[in-house]
């Protein structure tokens, strides 16, 4: 016999150790990714599909911060779970910096395979941003009660947006936020010099700097967790999560009138923005999946969910693979874009088509992971 369906009079409580949503919204958040990262023609996108030019944002932006924010409620729920069943803080220490190592470590094997060169390999990255992220908001958690969690991702914020507008930056002056000539930009130039972003060469989208308010991303996300783990009722903690982003996505408005939204520099209120988004984003998936139980159409998604970092990390090595392939002297990817896409639809359908067959592919390869239960943790 199946199970009641739930109602809206007693919904039931979900357990945080079980919350099928979160591999929900990894899962999409994962889809996404792979599907932005992959069009069949950079110069033929969507705009949406493309990061914001510099201030501003768009779906695409929402992307990075929204896993970020996963990694924080992950963390809760997961070190909550160990701390309360007398797992020794030691040991999580140890379990933390070895998990860190070895995300940072990837990033960067996936660096060096795209360029080959100890000398200018891309040192920043985002898995390593991930592993820094995960390493530093684990550290708090484990060492801070949640008061102390939302002090830091506030005077993490404030310290960023301080020295962003404050400190002069040689040539420039303070308070100058445009590309090449800010702070954080700066101080890459100096640290990461010859090991930066290709596109730029000059400053990276991770870098040193703007990495702060990425922590306070991830400790955000830290938050939610707690509000998850409240005995309260699965309607109230909704209504938490959906007050909670709506307030967050408000203060992020005013913030932008002194500190622009800004993906690149990472700025305080995109931090804030996007932390908001994904709270409203998250309660409704916590809604529908976990409280309401309307699972099905969410499949394909937990099935991306489980195996996130494994799938973002077999797509780069696919691409970076296709790239040394080549066909007719073209590379292999370039050139099944030109015979198989380009010919029947207008170059930016042809583009997405293509990124949208590439997630097809890689959910393909999820799902037979998935059946198998081959659930690939770092």
């Not at 070190?79 to 990837?106: C, K, P, Q």
């Not at 922590?215 to 830290?222: E, N, Q």
């Amino acid at each position: 016999m199946s199970a009641p369906r739930p109602t809206l009079d007693r919904p039931p409580d979900p357990s945080p150790a079980r919350l099928q949503s979160l591999d929900v919204f990894r899962g999409a958040t994962i889809a996404g990714m792979t599907l932005v990262n992959n069009p069949g023609d950079w110069g033929n996108v969507y705009p949406q599909l493309l990061h914001a030019n510099w201030h501003g944002w768009t779906f695409t932006d929402l992307i990075y911060p929204f896993f970020l924010w996963i990694v924080g409620v992950s963390l809760t729920l997961s070190f909550a779970r160990r701390v309360e069943r007398g797992d020794h803080r030691g040991r999580l220490f140890l379990h933390t910096f070895r998990r860190a190592a070895t995300i940072f470590a990837i990033g960067l094997l996936i660096n060096f395979l795209g360029s080959f060169n100890l000398a200018t390999v891309r040192i920043p990255g985002v898995l390593q941003r991930i592993a820094i992220c995960y390493l530093v908001a684990a550290v708090i958690f484990l060492r801070t009660s949640w008061k102390a969690q939302a002090i830091w991702a506030a005077a993490l914020l404030a310290v960023y947006w301080a020295l962003m507008t404050l400190v002069p930056v040689p040539g420039h002056g303070p308070g100058v936020l445009e590309p090449g000539r800010n702070l954080a930009n700066w101080i890459d130039s100096i640290v990461l010099r010859g090991h930066m972003w290709r596109e730029t060469l000059t400053w990276d989208p991770e870098g040193l700097l703007s990495t702060l308010p990425a922590i306070a991303t991830t400790l955000m996300g830290v938050l939610t967790g707690h509000v998850l783990r409240l005995k309260r009722s699965a309607a109230e903690k909704t209504a938490w999560l959906f007050a909670a982003g709506n307030a967050l996505m408000f203060a992020a408005v005013v913030m932008s009138i002194w500190f622009p939204i800004n993906k690149s520099l990472w700025t305080s209120s995109f931090a804030v923005l996007m932390a908001g988004l994904a709270a409203n984003v998250f309660a409704f998936c916590y809604w529908v999946v976990d409280v309401q139980g309307w699972r099905r159409w969410a499949y394909p998604f937990k099935v991306f969910g489980v195996n996130a970092i494994a799938i973002y990390v077999l797509t780069d090595f696919i691409v970076i693979g296709a790239e040394h392939i080549h066909i007719g002297g073209q590379p292999l990817q370039r050139w099944l874009f030109q015979n198989l896409y380009a010919p029947f639809a207008a170059p930016k359908m042809a583009s997405l088509l293509w990124a949208v067959s590439f997630v097809a592919l890689m959910y393909l390869i999820a799902w037979v992971l998935y059946r198998r239960n081959w659930f690939i943790k770092v």
